[in-house]
């Protein structure tokens, strides 16, 4: 599931998509729709409050099952790596520090 900061003067939708490509190395995504907005707690990485924005992407063009990325987070610190994969929405509510909060909007 990427996700990021939204950088300053940054619209939330722009940076889903930056964080996107970004994240997973794939491009050709659009913002389908905002899901909505969660606050989440990162405690105890940070005592820190996060207002996440949450939205439905599609993603156009080749579409790989599993693929390998990485974040360079924009020179500022080490490299890292992901491994990447689809799982199936109904298994969503396993992402971690909440991230699947939403995911049931999906549906609506």
């Known amino acids: 599931m990427p996700g ?5 003067d940054e619209d939330p939708a722009d940076a889903a998509l ?3 490509r970004e994240e997973t190395g794939l ?12 606050e989440y707690d990162i405690s105890p990485l940070r ?12 993603l ?6 599993r ?5 360079d987070h924009d020179g500022e610190q080490e490299l ?5 994969f689809w799982i199936p929405l109904r298994a969503a509510h396993v992402l971690q520090s909440g991230q699947g909060a939403l ?6």
């Open 18 to 20: 930056r964080e996107a």
């Open 80 to 84: 890292t790596r992901f491994e990447c």
């Open 47 to 58: 005592f820190e409050i996060q207002r996440r924005h949450v939205f439905e992407l599609a």
């Open 4 to 8: 990021g900061s939204v950088r300053p």
């Open 27 to 38: 491009t050709g995504y659009t913002v389908v729709r905002k899901l909505g907005e969660t």
């Open 60 to 65: 156009h063009g080749e579409m790989p099952e």
């Open 103 to 108: 995911v049931g909007r999906l549906f609506e």
């Open 67 to 71: 693929w390998a990325s990485q974040e």
